[in-house]
Every structure is written in structure tokens, then in C-alpha cells.
């Protein structure tokens, strides 16, 4: 009698194990559908791609604002050399003298002025409209220095905090 018992042990036990090997595959399966099926591999490599792309437009910004600078340093050396110039060419100028920039111009106000393309005086400007639009950096920092907190400004302008943050960030540092 005592075999009969344990052969039923050990049938119980198989049956046991069975059912536990059964229950795991399940979880596995169902956490899997929670992931979406993707394997954190591919959502590894993916973030990995973004991150790659952030930090290089990172570097075109940071070139183009240095470019930017550069620039306006050069503006601010020649208009002392430019007075001499303007009187030694004879009747009017068409053009407007440019008016001296404040040594700290806001971040806007540089994209702004970078946008301006002048024209050249021989063709005509009255059939010309331009249409100058905020870029995107402008409207956040334009937000930002009003008041409103960085997720009031990503929600507003559908963009992410992170981006928000970047270029707020980014002001922060060339103004200081």
C-alpha cells in the first residue's frame, strides 16, 4: 500500500511541475504583450539612435550660435571704422546706417537678426512681402522669460520637456 502512495506522490509532483512550467510561460507571455512585443535590445538601440541625433543638432547649435557670434563681434569692430567710410562716398544711402546692439542681446533677438536678408538697393522692394516666422528656440525662450513653468511651454508648443529644458538650458549658458 505504501507504493501505491508514493507512485501517487510522484504523479502529483509531476503534475505540479507541469502546471509551474505552464503559470511561467504565461507570465512570460503576458509581459511580453505589456512591452509590446519589442525587446529591450531594440528599445536600447533606438533610444541609443535619438540620443546619437540630439547630440549632434546639440553640436550644429552650438557651431551655428559660435558662428553667430563671431559674426557680431565682427559687426561691432567695423561700425568704428565705418564713419570714415560713409563720408567718403558722395549722396544719399538707400540703406538706413545699422544702429549700434547692446553687447548682451537676447537669444531671440539674435535669430531675429540672422534671419534679416538684405537686399540688394538696384531692385525694387515694393512688390516684396516677407514673412518673418518665430523659430521655435524664439517662442520658448519668448515663453520662458514671461513666466511660464517648462511644462506649460512643452504643452503649449507640443513639444517634449527635455527639448524645452535643452534649450533653455543652452540660453542659460551663453548668457553667463
Same mark, same amino acid.
Not at 20 to 35: A, E, H
Not at 84 to 98: D, H, L, T, Y
Not at 108 to 127: C, F, H, N, R, Y
Given at each position: 500500500m505504501?507504493y501505491?502512495?508514493?507512485i501517487f506522490s ?7 511541475? *507541469?502546471?509551474i512550467?505552464i %503559470?511561467?510561460? +504565461? /507570465? &512570460?507571455?503576458?509581459k511580453?504583450? /505589456?512591452?509590446?512585443?519589442?525587446? !529591450? ?5 533606438t533610444?541609443?539612435? *535619438?540620443?546619437e541625433?540630439?547630440r549632434?543638432e &546639440?553640436?550644429?547649435?552650438i557651431?551655428?550660435l559660435? +558662428? %553667430?557670434?563671431?559674426?557680431e #563681434?565682427k !559687426?561691432e ?8 567710410a560713409e563720408?567718403?562716398?558722395p =549722396? ?7 544702429a549700434?546692439k547692446? &553687447?548682451? @542681446?537676447s537669444?531671440?533677438? !539674435?535669430? #531675429?537678426?540672422? /534671419?534679416i536678408v538684405?537686399?540688394?538697393s538696384? %531692385?525694387p522692394t515694393?512688390?516684396?512681402?516677407? @514673412?518673418?516666422?518665430q523659430?521655435m528656440?524664439? +517662442? ?7 513666466g511660464?513653468?517648462v ?8 513639444? =517634449?520637456k =527635455?527639448?524645452v529644458?535643452l534649450i533653455? &538650458?543652452i540660453?542659460?549658458k +551663453?548668457?553667463?
Amino acid at each position: 500500500m505504501e507504493y501505491v502512495f508514493i507512485i501517487f506522490s510522484l504523479c502529483l509532483h509531476l503534475v505540479a511541475f *507541469y502546471l509551474i512550467v505552464i %503559470l511561467v510561460q +504565461r /507570465m &512570460n507571455k503576458l509581459k511580453n504583450d /505589456m512591452t509590446g512585443g519589442v525587446d !529591450q535590445e531594440s528599445i536600447q538601440v533606438t533610444l541609443d539612435h *535619438y540620443l546619437e541625433e540630439i547630440r549632434q543638432e &546639440n553640436d550644429d547649435l552650438i557651431k551655428r550660435l559660435k +558662428r %553667430l557670434e563671431n559674426a557680431e #563681434k565682427k !559687426q561691432e569692430q567695423v561700425p568704428a571704422s565705418e564713419p570714415v567710410a560713409e563720408k567718403k562716398q558722395p =549722396g544719399p544711402s538707400s540703406a538706413p546706417p545699422p544702429a549700434p546692439k547692446e &553687447n548682451k @542681446t537676447s537669444f531671440a533677438e !539674435q535669430l #531675429k537678426a540672422s /534671419m534679416i536678408v538684405e537686399e540688394p538697393s538696384g %531692385l525694387p522692394t515694393e512688390d516684396v512681402e516677407d @514673412t518673418v516666422e518665430q523659430s521655435m528656440a524664439s +517662442r520658448i525662450l519668448q515663453l520662458h522669460e514671461s513666466g511660464l513653468s517648462v511644462e506649460a511651454i512643452a504643452q503649449q508648443l507640443n513639444q =517634449g520637456k =527635455g527639448e524645452v529644458e535643452l534649450i533653455i &538650458n543652452i540660453h542659460n549658458k +551663453r548668457q553667463s
